[in-house]
């Protein structure tokens, strides 16, 4: 069973910094992109940043220069490094996989369950 947990979440003040962390466990053959999400209250889920396996990252607009993505590929592990944090970042955080179990199989993504960040005074 291949799952993503989260962790790092919090209470953050305005112009703070906060760091998550995603770790990929069970048996699988290898991860390809790894990213995160977020969906604040009422809104859609949006992407945030992406990183390939061989460390290519893209951002949202709204968080370029704010926050940088990450990962440690022999930790299956991917990083969210948030600086400058505003009101307007409190979301729930989720991870996201592209995974092939099988090296015969298909590529799928997985998701973490979620952390929640609340930027708030």
């Known amino acids: 069973q291949v799952q993503l947990v989260e962790s790092g979440g919090g209470l953050v003040q305005p112009g703070g910094p906060l760091r998550l962390s995603c770790a990929a466990s069970?048996?699988?053959?290898?991860?390809?992109?790894m990213g995160w999400y977020r969906q604040a209250p009422g809104k859609q889920r949006e992407l945030v940043a992406v990183v390939t396996n061989i460390g290519s990252t893209n951002y949202a607009d709204s968080v370029k220069e704010r926050f940088t993505i990450s990962r440690d590929n022999p930790k299956h592990t991917v990083y969210l490094q948030m600086n400058s944090l505003k009101p307007g970042d409190t979301a729930v955080y989720y991870c996201?996989?592209?995974?092939?179990?099988?090296?015969?199989?298909?590529?799928?993504?997985?998701w973490g369950k979620g952390t929640l960040v609340t930027v708030s005074s």
């Open positions: 069970g048996s699988f053959w290898s991860i390809y992109d």
């Open positions: 996201a996989a592209e995974i092939q179990v099988k090296y015969w199989g298909a590529k799928e993504r997985y």
